[in-house]
């Protein structure tokens, strides 16, 4: 059974409704990540999950217990916010000892568990300092170590390396990373950034208009998204419509061309996308498997690869590629596109 589960959630904001009859499931020792663009219902799941607010309808059950209307201060879960939200006036002891004096925990106790905490985080030495004299990176282990020195049943983290330059961030979701299988809690993490999000996660939840449209390992769903949302949200930029023939692995494209597919559908439903790495280009008149005669729209340089915007008859494809061979703007060419590469939705 899984240690937490969304039943049918319907949740809002007056009249606003934002989550519509979500089912989430997370099992213990797991991090699942929210992915999702700004106002696709993540953070109001997260924050109904905390208790910061209560669902129109629908159940929360947690190990087992309806979670539903049990008041915020009554979750043993830790929080990491966007915002680091440490105790300006504390040294970095005191902020990180908060919980457990709340929990009237022995004096000696809290000094180990706090001194411990911050030896795992790498801060030793430096719990006589306050929050303003610590760096944004520091910061945010502060606040780690805070929310999981209680040993809180599930940790919280929303968009907590949004306020970090690039190279920390990669460091701090190393980090997190680093920590959550050292003590194997449960996460639920929020974010907009797919790389952070791929890289740091058990499972990832992608939402749109307040519903998940997948839910599944990282590389799953990176190879073989369900849905056009999900595909264009990893990265496939090149679609086209494809009709069945007789022939198993043989399709139709729109001028009728054959195209050759390893990747079978599940459905009837033939919308096919392609990376633009897995689209190689070759000269005109190439014989290649799935060639596509086309012309040069737009060359654009990247550094180790250039990419190209090809006009075909059955659509424009976006191209990349390595430098060996350069094609220039109105050059006439043949793109083959890899059958294994193609997904059809």
Known sequence: MALLELQNITAGYDNNVILKDLDFQVEKGELVSLLGSSGCGKTTTLRLIAGFS????GKFIFDGKDYTQVPLHKRNFGFVFQSYALFPH???FDNVAFGLKMRKLPQDQIKKEVMDMLETVDLKGFEN?????MS???RQRVALARALVIKPDLLLLDEPLSNLDAK?????RVEIRRLQQKFGFTAIYVTHDQEECFAISDKVAIMNHGVIEQLDKPSVIYNHPK???IARFVGFENFMDLKKTDTAGKYLAADNSVIHVENQPTGDALKACIRPEDIQIQPAGAQVINGIAGEVMVNTFLGKRNQYNVRTSIGEFEVSTDQESVYNTGDKVTLSLTPNKIILL
């Open 90 to 92: 504390m040294t970095i």
């Open 54 to 57: 209560n669902p129109m309808s």
């Open 227 to 229: 849905t056009e949302f």
């Open 136 to 138: 944004g990176g520091q």
């Open 129 to 133: 300092r306050f929050p303003k004299e």
């Open 168 to 172: 920390l961030r990669v460091k701090m």
